[in-house]
């Protein structure tokens, strides 16, 4: 091998090894790779099994959208290079509408899967370039979003992501891949200049480059300035969580806007309008309520004076199973919208009770009211009071016994069950919380 093809492969693998050094075996043994089987993801998967070796273990995920009658081809190519490098591949073929947007929705289900593959287990590797960079920033220029870049290191609804590649030039992959045995899938719709990123990439691309030849150092020196600015916001609004008050905004209009931008896309949601959030800040304005759509599941939500951003919207409307609990000791069950925990210390967030040995979980839409401080309440004026967002009630988590209703967690115990903690009565207290995913 040569002397520049040492110096390529270098770069290329020095690149990876940076991003994987910091992840803990113990905490991340798995790392993901989105692999089409084109030159940046087979790049990329060359160069962690090279680099990773037996610390994490290696699983492709591939997305057949079907769009193409060579699909099942490329499929069956990316099975062969997996089982030759001994790496597990997922395949799974994406339901695409005939929608005007294709390369959103492609994009927005693409990540759907990887989503549902990964949940907790791992990380996502992504083969993104620095030629992708370009054209992204292209892209969300001419479309009105702003020049947001892609970073090194991300999350989107709660995935960690990591781009290795992000300032290396594509010919340098093509470069790494020249000795390589295996070939990587070119797609012809990659020609086809009626989806935008083709022609960016096809037709202005190289017009700008004809003009000014070394234009993408300058872009990748302006994008690594403003990916420290972005992490410089994502560090600020670290420390706002997933509920504003709406006194944290700024009193100006505009200024909402802006504000409200940055904490979604510090948030991964890059796809917000101007226009829309213009909307959106109109309705926190003048109604003191408001509903704001990022994708298909994440959420705005502006509910006396809080602002909600909810990540998963639709887990709201899961049914909670019936379930016979046994408390006798402690537990904590996973449910579709949060964690139900209970536990005998006492910690800020729980309510004590009285706990039996055993209590059926129920949704609270099969439970009409309450015994609460001497008075019958429905369970409507409950989550009033205790300020639960509307969209949240009707799968709310609740403990009952064959009377009735004992515990609705974060919210109200029957008095039958209420405890006196001045006055402990043995064993049988027990502590209940529900945290909201």
């Known amino acids: 091998m040569s ?28 790392i993901f790779i989105g692999f089409s089987g084109g030159l940046d993801s087979l790049a990329l998967l060359v160069a962690l099994v090279r680099v990773v070796g037996d610390r994490h273990k290696l699983i492709c995920l591939h997305a057949d959208h079907g769009q193409s009658s060579q ?5 069956g190519h990316c099975e062969k290079i997996c089982e030759s490098l001994s790496v597990q591949l997922i395949v799974k073929k994406l339901e695409i509408s005939a929608g005007s947007n294709l390369e959103g929705e492609f994009r927005e289900k693409r990540y759907l899967f990887f989503k549902e593959v990964i949940k907790e287990e791992g990380v996502l590797f992504l083969g993104h370039h620095l030629n992708d960079q370009v054209e992204t920033v292209f892209m969300r220029l001419f479309q009105g979003r702003g020049i947001f870049p892609m970073s090194h290191e991300s999350k989107r609804d709660g995935l960690m992501i990591f781009r290795p590649f992000i300032e290396l030039d594509k010919q340098m992959l093509r470069q790494y891949l020249a000795n390589i045995e295996f070939e990587f899938v070119e797609d012809p719709s990659n020609q086809d200049l ?95 309520r408001g509903e704001f759509r990022i994708s298909e599941r994440t959420e705005l939500r502006l509910w006396r004076g809080t602002i909600y951003f909810e990540s998963n919207i639709s887990q709201y409307e899961e049914k909670i199973p019936h379930l016979v609990l046994d408390c006798s000791d402690e537990f904590s069950l996973s449910l579709p919208a949060g964690e139900l925990k209970l536990f005998y210390k006492k910690s800020s967030d729980a309510l ?58 974060n919210v109200a115990v029957h008095d039958e069950y209420w405890v006196d903690m001045t006055k402990r009565e043995g064993q049988s207290i027990r502590h209940l919380s529900f945290s909201t995913t």
Not at 11 to 30: A, R
Not at 376 to 386: A, D, N, P
Not at 397 to 402: H, N, Y
């Open 3 to 30: 002397s520049y093809m040492n110096l390529e492969r270098r770069n290329v693998e020095v690149e990876v090894h940076k991003q994987f050094e910091s992840l803990d075996p113990k905490t991340n043994p798995t």
């Open 71 to 75: 699909s099942a081809a490329w499929a």
């Open 194 to 288: 009626s989806y935008d990123r083709n022609y960016i990439r096809n037709v202005l691309y190289p017009a700008i480059e004809g003009r000014w030849p070394k234009f993408i150092n300058s872009v990748a020196g302006v994008m690594t300035r403003l990916d420290h600015q972005a992490g410089l916001l994502r560090h600020l609004f670290q420390g706002f969580g997933n509920e504003i008050s709406l006194s944290a905004l700024p009193e100006q209009s505009r200024l909402k806007q802006i504000w409200l931008r940055s904490y979604i896309e510090s948030r991964g949601g890059f796809g917000a309008t101007w226009s829309a959030l213009g909307e959106f800040v109109r309705q926190i304005e003048e109604a003191g």
């Open 352 to 409: 004590a009770f009285k706990c039996p040995q055993s209590l059926s979980l129920l949704p609270s839409s099969e439970v009409q009211s309450l015994q609460y401080l001497g008075k019958e309440k429905s369970l409507k004026t409950l989550f009033s009071e205790k300020n639960v967002p509307p969209w949240r009630r009707k799968n709310w988590p609740v403990l009952a016994c064959e009377e009735g209703p004992v515990i609705i967690p």
